[in-house]
Nanobody
Framework: QVQLVESGGGLVQAGGSLRLSCAASGRTFSNYAIGWFRQTPGKEREFVAGINWSGHTTYYTDSVKGRFPISRDNAKNTVYLQMNSLKPEDTAVYYC????WGLGNEDKKKFDYWGQGTQVTVSS
């Protein structure tokens, strides 16, 4: 069992930055790829970024490439999503998810554990 807790969300003006954290407890964190997803009301949860177990391979959806670098610190059992140049369309609830021995870019149905989410609101 892996427990995931997201933090770092909030309200920010367009062009601003936030750093989301996904803290894990439970089984060996370094065995898990981590993905970040986001969801707005009435829409499906969508992939944002992912990172493999070592942190050497990362994946991004096109709309956040160059703006949202993902990183991990396995010593701290934490994955980060640095969100820069935020836009109103980035407003969503952001979730992190873990997949055992994954790459980090799998379909959301294949992730094993999910956090509760953190709200990000970007005002124009």
């Amino acid at each position: 069992q892996v427990q995931l807790v997201e933090s770092g969300g909030g309200l920010v003006q367009a062009g601003g930055s936030l750093r989301l954290s996904c803290a894990a407890s439970g089984r060996t964190f370094s065995n898990y790829a981590i993905g970040w997803f986001r969801q707005t009301p009435g829409k499906e949860r969508e992939f944002v970024a992912g990172i493999n177990w070592s942190g050497h391979t990362t994946y991004y959806t096109d709309s956040v490439k160059g703006r949202f670098p993902i990183s991990r610190d396995n010593a701290k059992n934490t994955v980060y999503l640095q969100m820069n140049s935020l836009k109103p369309e980035d407003t969503a609830v952001y979730y992190c998810a873990a997949k055992l021995w994954g790459l980090g870019n799998e379909d959301k149905k294949k992730f094993d554990y999910w956090g509760q989410g953190t709200q990000v609101t970007v005002s124009s």
